[in-house]
């Protein structure tokens, strides 16, 4: 499928130069590499920040579960930053938020408890967080729809990248520093890099040419098209946060021990790369990603469903084919962005709807597996529930796959 022509570029009429081009590539990929760190860091050493810090249990709920509802509250405000800014200037502000909030998690308040400071550290990265998943979907719209499949891809596969970087690498940070403060404020030294980078960016985009788009123009929240997009999103995002909080347990509810179970999800990650990798690009050269869509759902809500169910003896299969299926289902479910909008400007506005709704509602998969899971006092319901999640993701993915547009 070609994409209509595209905004003009930010470099001017004539768009920016390949160097140039390049370099905001590795940016839009460095970015994505941090915007997962927040939720998979802490919840690496969960059991020793909570006999270290005497974390109560409502502190550990909420640290766990704020960050990814902050995504859906502080999404809707993305488009309206970029226009009163431009979104180059709001990513490197929400880089530069996501810094000091990585940062705050590790550090010590004397007297006082670490929940102050957990808290406002995990607030300030759940809204930076929800400011880059906005934004990156649309600088890439606008100034990559010539590599739009290849660079949906990159950015996509670093966010799961991210995922696997902050579960693999805190522990051992943990056993090398000895204390868990550190081992979270390391975290922050990435995003301090890319916070450098991205200077050089924002003021190349400082320029009449580069002027964010004018406030107002058509509202996808009217648009049937956009909610098709949006509630593909929903069930995606539904799997996708149950598989990073959930899994782990599941196998160890089933009888795999600790050691096994962590390489087991280490390889679906890995895995999710991958499907993350190649479902892009696909996408893109189809001209209806129906099919497409409408398999992967069916694909990571059977390999989740197989996970609870599925002869033991198999385990790697069905975690291979949830992993699979779950990463290219959701860098699909961002490139719908791209594909169903004509133009940048519509794709932020479009990307704030879906990622706000999306990640609001796609919060509560991961709420109410533990929910069931305290009432049944086993996986079993959580299976059948994300059968159906499976099938809605298909549903909704071939209602979305279908080759229109949002109207401008």
Known sequence: MRSPRPDTPAGGPSGPSRRALLYLGVC?????????????????????????????????????????????????????????????????????????????????????????????????????????????PSIVKRDFAHRLGLMSGLYTTAICASAALGAGLTYPLLQATGSWRPSLALWAAPAALVVVLLVPVALRHRSAASAPPPPGGPSPWRSPVAWQVTLFMVFQAMMSFSVFAWLAPILRDRGVDGAAAGLIVAVSIVLQMTGSLVAPPLAVRLRDQRVLNAALGLMAGGGFVLSIFGPLPLIWVWTGLLGLGQGGLTAVALTMIALRTRSAAMAVRLSGMMQGVGYGLGSSGTFLVGQLLALTGGFAAAGGMFAVVGVLAAVFGWQAGRPRYVRE
């Open 28 to 136: 839009v990929v460095l970015v994505g590499l941090n915007l997962r760190t927040v939720f998979s860091s802490f919840s690496a050493i969960l059991p020793e920040i909570t006999a270290a810090a005497d974390l109560p249990a409502w502190a550990v709920t909420l640290l766990t579960t704020a960050p990814v509802t902050l995504l859906g509250l502080f999404a809707p405000l993305a488009p309206r930053l970029a226009r009163r800014f431009g979104a180059e200037n709001v990513l490197l502000g929400a880089m530069a938020l996501l810094t000091l909030g990585l940062l705050t998690r590790g550090l010590p308040l004397p007297g006082a408890s670490a929940v102050p400071l957990l808290l406002v550290g995990t607030v300030a990265c759940g809204a930076a967080i929800a400011l880059g998943n906005v934004l990156l």
